[in-house]
């Protein structure tokens, strides 16, 4: 999002809304930004971006468009798609342990637009929609490292349950 368009939209109320095909190419976008920032976390667990990620990132957004089972919402200022939340509805998972849930793939604000609660409100309104879907109670991961976010979820309500944990196949230094 241009600096002009976010100072236009400064008073401008967020409106949270399904994802519509037009808005792919700003979702791919901003898909390619969090790669790029989970890539900063941890360059050896995280993929990188490259030039193709936005488009990618879209293409695969938009076969999830029409699924009833997904959910893609889009946070949109004064014309502009600003962030977005990615969720589904999941069965039992033998493999997490886990029995029914909403599972919170994405969510994402342009850094132009983060600080005036656009995470919460897209949050707020994914959980909703989960729960009015029928999910029990709502998973997702969240960087180790990406502190901004994890408070943003202990707000909402969020518990730490699992902790990932990484080994290359190949150590590194240091690594026994």
Known sequence: MSD????????APV???????ADLPAIGALGA??????????AQ???AASAATPAGYADYLGTQLARPDVLVLVADLAGAVVGYCYAGLEPTDYMALRGPAGAVYDVVVDPAARGRGIGRQLMEATLAALRDRGAPRVVL???????????????????PTMIEMT???TPSEGQA
């Open 4 to 11: 002009r368009a976010l100072a236009d939209g400064d008073h």
């Open 15 to 21: 409106s949270i809304r399904a994802a519509r095909a």
């Open 33 to 42: 930004l969090l790669v790029a920032e989970h890539h900063d976390f941890d």
């Open 45 to 47: 667990r995280f993929l």
């Open 141 to 159: 991961s969240t960087a180790a490292r990406n502190a901004a976010a994890q408070r943003l979820f202990t707000r909402l309500g969020f518990r």
């Open 167 to 169: 080994r290359e196949s």
